[in-house]
């Protein structure tokens, strides 16, 4: 949260037509076409020079509509992303394994949590976005929608997942929008760590017993294919790539941070002793990088479309969750009714909680303030 918050717009102001904050609009009332022209090209300026944008600057709606939906998925992702992993905290191994994955289960929530926060400067709601995840309008990482059917599939997931996301996820710190460049410093950190828990899981599981050995194979065997569709459709079939380069939201096309990611695994895998399952894979001395097989894409639209191993259950559990800890948030909310002057905390009931306070503390707070 701290690292969402932490910075106030303090480099520039671009504008004051929507300096209250919020879903303002790119022409706001009563604003004249040259206005909006100077809006948009201050916009632009601070874009091109490199500038972070912040939530009561003046930015185009399409710009402010392209981040609440990359945020959200990314916040939804880290979320549904716990239930894969949690799976298997009962089950760990050892003490010292399950109190890593544990820690690790619970910076993805942290993750979520930094990053509805920061999709909320945009003038959403955390209730809103997750309305829209459980009701199937917003999407999630389809790597979710995945079994982890052993324990070396936490392994693999740290390795390659983790990996994966790092790899997207580091030029995303310079992101133009500020919430959201900032948030991403702290969530690179814990995946670092997530990565390289993943790692040396595997190494000890591939230096182990021969059963243990295969068993971190058939892992990596599994998730390698869908880890290098975590990067998005290839540059020339994807639909927001040019935009959102433009805006300096992503700094690197989805070809090239995939590629990114082969030439990062090739010598890692071989330290692990364990193989990637594509005979395609070879150094091309021309590329400085590596080449590697094709990826089968319908696989993906697959899962995308809903029909991937877990989607179901993933949906539902999720659900379930939301209605079994809807009493958590209406005590939050109580409580901060209850220990804020009602006249200082206009957000208190739609940020705190998905409900609004109970009438009895709400009368509390009549009573005090
Ligand atoms: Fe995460
Ligand atoms: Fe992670």
Redesign the pocket.
């Known amino acids: 949260m701290a690292a969402v918050t932490a910075h106030q717009t303090t480099q520039k102001t671009l504008g004051t037509a929507n300096a209250a904050g919020g879903a303002g609009s790119t022409a706001a009332a009563g604003e004249t076409d040259a206005a909006a022209a100077d809006h948009l090209a201050a916009f632009d300026a601070a874009v091109a020079a490199d500038e972070r944008i912040e939530p009561r600057d003046w930015m185009p709606d399409a710009y402010r509509a392209t981040l609440i939906r990359q945020m959200a998925q990314h916040a939804h ?2 979320i549904i ?1 716990m239930q894969p992993e949690a799976n298997w905290i009962t089950r760990a191994p050892s003490l010292r394994r399950k109190a890593i994955l544990m820690a690790k289960v619970q ?2 929530a ?3 949590l930094y990053l509805y926060s920061a999709a909320e400067t945009l003038g959403t709601s955390r209730e809103e976005l997750l309305d829209k995840l459980h009701a199937g309008r917003q999407r999630y990482s389809s790597i979710f929608n995945y079994p982890t059917l052993t324990w070396a599939d936490v392994g693999a997931i740290g390795w390659l997942v ?1 990996g994966a ?1 790092i790899t997207n996820q580091v030029p995303l710190c310079r992101c133009s929008y500020g919430p959201y460049a900032r948030a991403m410093v702290r ?1 690179c950190k ?2 670092s760590f ?1 990565q390289r828990q993943g790692y040396e899981l595997l190494l000890a599981l591939s230096r182990g017993t021969e059963a243990q050995h295969a068993m971190a194979q058939d892992a990596v065997n599994r998730w390698w294919w869908p880890s290098l569709m975590m990067f998005g459709p290839p540059d020339d079939a994807s639909s927001h790539s040019e935009q959102s380069m433009a805006w300096k939201i992503k700094r690197h096309s989805n070809d090239e941070l995939r590629r990114r990611f082969v030439d990062i695994c090739v010598p890692q895998a071989e330290a692990l002793g364990l193989e990637l399952p594509d005979p395609d894979i070879r150094w091309n001395e021309e590329l400085g990088g590596h080449d590697f097989g094709a990826i089968d894409w319908s696989e993906f639209q697959e899962v995308l479309k809903g029909n991937g191993p877990c989607n179901e259950q993933r949906i539902t559990q999720r659900r379930r969750a939301h209605e079994e800890g809807a009493w958590v948030r209406d005590a939050a909310a109580a409580y901060a009714a209850k220990h804020a002057p009602a006249q200082t905390s206009p957000r208190t009931p739609a940020s705190a909680s998905a409900s609004a306070p109970t009438s009895a503390s709400a009368q509390h707070v009549e009573e005090t303030a």
Request: without cysteine.
């Open positions: 992702s880290e992303g910076d993805e942290g993750h979520g983790d996301a969530i814990e995946e997530h």
